[in-house]
């Protein structure tokens, strides 16, 4: 999967977030140079439009804000940003640090190391960019919200139906994947008036190939991902919200318009150099009759389910514990992936659940594995159980014939 080669874009432009470039020397400076120059390669692999005209850096781009951390990250875009670039950057809550003097201190010192400001409103290409910077962490008062109110007000007064590029840290909430716990409702009812905005938000550290990381109702909504660490927005599993290979991310986005005012969005991996398999499309940006990803999404009715190669072990079994590993189930129909995982232990004489706990797919991992393991205990000892395994979909869909095996505690 790659770029559309029958969309002809005329902008083309990278969405990126939560970089948390530290003090010292981290992966992070790695991915975020990495970045960059895969934003470019893709540029350059197109046949109709080679150019990137853009990178928009929406906030947490510095793990505390600190001077050596900001100027890190200026020696990187000034490293690798080409002429014919534009940078759009915001500030959020990690450069308001006040370890390094609090968020004054942190705008003002973004102020003299990049020299942009701290609110923006940019025409590209015909195409409207405006972006915001929170303040008390991730909230808006007064001050933003007028920018905002007037700088939509000029945006859309340009063109009606002209997608408008909206720019945020904090996810808006009840729209995309990890805004119920990362979103911020204070400037919704400001974006309400505009369905042709495209907002971008991060913030959460949601995986942007979960197909809730685009959302639509009165506007479209994208999450940005993150260059750091995954955190995911579900509290039944049991990792927690961050699991274990959460270090393993790094994603951004691709985003182009094309003359009729079509949007594509891409979904890039850094760490594997590939594209994920979705392509978001939006056609008609001003008509939310039109919108794909909206919340009819929760009505779906077909589930993933295991194929009948579809195996699963008991291992390393204790007298209180047990190691399950199965195969993958395979997605729904009209998904990629498969969300997670539901795991029952019933003891098999009586048939009365003994555990129940939920695990991620991993798909937000580009190499997702084939096969999973858990551990389970808390078990009883010299006790016949019978383990039974059902695939979740992202939309609360349930499998509904799950894998099975027998086993016996010593």
């Known amino acids: 999967m790659g770029l559309d080669k029958n969309f002809k874009p005329v902008i083309r432009f990278m969405a990126v977030s939560d970089i948390h470039i530290k003090n010292d020397d981290t992966v992070e400076d790695e991915r975020f140079t990495e970045a960059l120059r895969y934003a470019y390669k893709i540029a350059d692999s197109s046949e109709s439009y080679k150019k990137l005209d853009a990178v928009c850096v929406i906030g947490d781009f510095a793990n505390s804000g600190s001077e050596i951390e900001m100027t890190k990250v200026k020696k990187t875009l000034d490293a690798e940003l080409k002429d014919g ?8 809550s990690h450069e308001f640090n006040t370890r390094y003097g609090g968020e004054e201190e942190a705008k003002e010192r973004f102020k003299r190391i990049f020299n942009l400001p701290l609110d923006t409103h940019k025409v590209i290409n015909g195409f409207h960019f405006v972006a915001v910077t929170t303040t008390r962490g991730c909230r808006f008062d007064d001050p933003q919200k007028e920018f905002i109110k007037t700088e939509l007000k000029k945006a859309a007064a340009d063109d009606g139906k002209k997608p408008i590029f909206f720019c945020q840290h904090p996810h808006l909430t009840n729209t995309v994947y990890g805004s119920i716990d990362w979103g911020e409702k204070d400037i919704t009812y400001l974006l309400m008036d505009y369905p042709q905005i495209i907002d971008f938000s991060g913030h959460s550290h949601a995986p942007i190939n979960d197909p809730r990381s685009v959302h639509q109702k009165h506007f479209s909504s994208f999450g940005t991902g993150t260059l750091s660490y995954f955190e995911l927005d579900e509290y039944d599993k049991i990792s927690g919200t961050v699991p274990e290979d959460a270090d393993q991310a790094a994603q951004f986005l691709i985003v182009e318009a094309d003359a009729e005012n079509r949007v594509r969005v891409y979904p890039f991996d850094v760490l594997t150099g590939q594209f994920f398999p979705q392509v978001w499309k939006i056609d008609v940006p001003s008509d939310p009759s039109t919108f794909i990803y909206t919340d009819k999404r929760y009505k779906a009715t077909e589930a993933p389910y295991f194929d009948d190669s579809a195996e699963c072990f008991a291992n390393d079994i204790t007298d209180s514990s047990v190691v399950l590993t199965f195969t993958q189930a395979k997605p729904a129909p009209a998904d990629d992936y498969v969300d997670a995982y539901r795991i029952m232990i019933r003891d098999k ?49 349930l499998g509904e014939k799950p894998l099975t095996t027998e086993f016996t505690t010593l």
């Open 85 to 92: 670039t534009e940078l759009i950057m915001t500030l959020a």
């Open 349 to 397: 004489k009586s048939g009365i659940i003994k555990k129940q706990l939920e695990i991620f797919s991993k798909y937000y991992l580009y190499d997702m594995p084939s096969k999973l393991s858990q551990e389970i205990g808390d078990l009883d000892g010299k006790t016949d159980y019978i383990a039974e395994i059902y695939p979740t979909g992202f939309f609360m869909t």
